[in-house]
T-cell receptor
Framework: DSGVTQTPKHLITATGQRVTLRCSPR?????VYWYQQSLDQGLQFLIQ???????AKGNILERFSAQQFPDLHSELNLSSLELGDSALYFC?????????????FGEGSRLTVL | GQQVMQIPQYQHVQEGEDFTTYCNSS?????IQWYKQRPGGHPVFLIQ?????EVKKQKRLTFQFGEAKKNSSLHITATQTTDVGTYFC?????????????FGQGTELSVKP
């Protein structure tokens, strides 16, 4: 158990819909990262937050947004969903802000768009 | 943009054979991390390399960071069935006030008993 909690574990929805994925980092970790893992794909970096502020941005689509709340949990919002958005979405946390330490990954949220 | 390339994509070995995966970056990295993802699981941190030319060992696993800090490798000696999974390298490039940890595509290792 990494200490990172992600909900929901599985989500099935239809194209055009909007979903919210939630992540609670390890106790004491200030940084939260979101990654997308599609079939036969590696881990695509989406976005990082540190202590409530956006710190780094990857190839995150405009239809996607995220935020980190004062209690340090984070949410990833995916809107106008397309079939290609079906993937495993991982949240990870670390102590520091500049990725200088290991990342602790949650179990992931598997999104299926039909 | 920054890319981290990892080869091979798949490797099938007989138990007892050695295994190596290679990671190359288009830019100099601040550090490189290695993760292992078991089938159906999530990535788990293995090690971090920071210094140019650094070599670290964990039992049968040997990790290297290139002199130019642009490439890295993971070598497993005498593979076991417990080594099955996908091995990812992740390169860190720090810029401004942030940094991006970019993962390679991963090498999926299967071990035949």
């Amino acid at each position: 158990d990494s200490g990172v909690t992600q909900t929901p574990k599985h989500l099935i929805t239809a194209t055009g819909q909007r979903v919210t994925l939630r992540c609670s980092p390890r106790s004491g970790d200030l940084s939260v990262y979101w990654y997308q893992q599609s079939l036969d794909q590696g881990l695509q970096f989406l976005i990082q937050y540190y202590n409530g502020e956006e710190r780094a941005k990857g190839n995150i689509l405009e239809r996607f947004s995220a935020q980190q709340f004062p209690d340090l949990h984070s949410e990833l919002n995916l809107s106008s969903l397309e079939l290609g958005d079906s993937a495993l979405y991982f949240c990870a946390s670390s102590e520091r802000g500049q990725n200088t330490g290991e990342l602790f990954f949650g179990e992931g949220s598997r999104l299926t768009v039909l | 943009g920054q890319q981290v390339m990892q080869i091979p994509q798949y490797q099938h070995v007989q138990e007892g054979e050695d295994f190596t995966t290679y990671c190359n970056s288009s830019t100099t990295l601040s550090n490189i991390q290695w993760y292992k993802q078991r089938p159906g699981g999530h990535p788990v941190f293995l090690i971090q390399l920071v210094k140019s030319g650094e070599v670290k060992k964990q039992k049968r696993l040997t990790f290297q960071f290139g002199e130019a800090k642009k490439n890295s490798s993971l070598h497993i000696t005498a593979t076991q069935t417990t080594d099955v999974g996908t091995y990812f390298c992740a390169g860190l490039r720090i810029y401004n006030q942030g940094g991006k940890l970019i993962f390679g595509q991963g090498t999926e290792l299967s071990v035949k008993p």
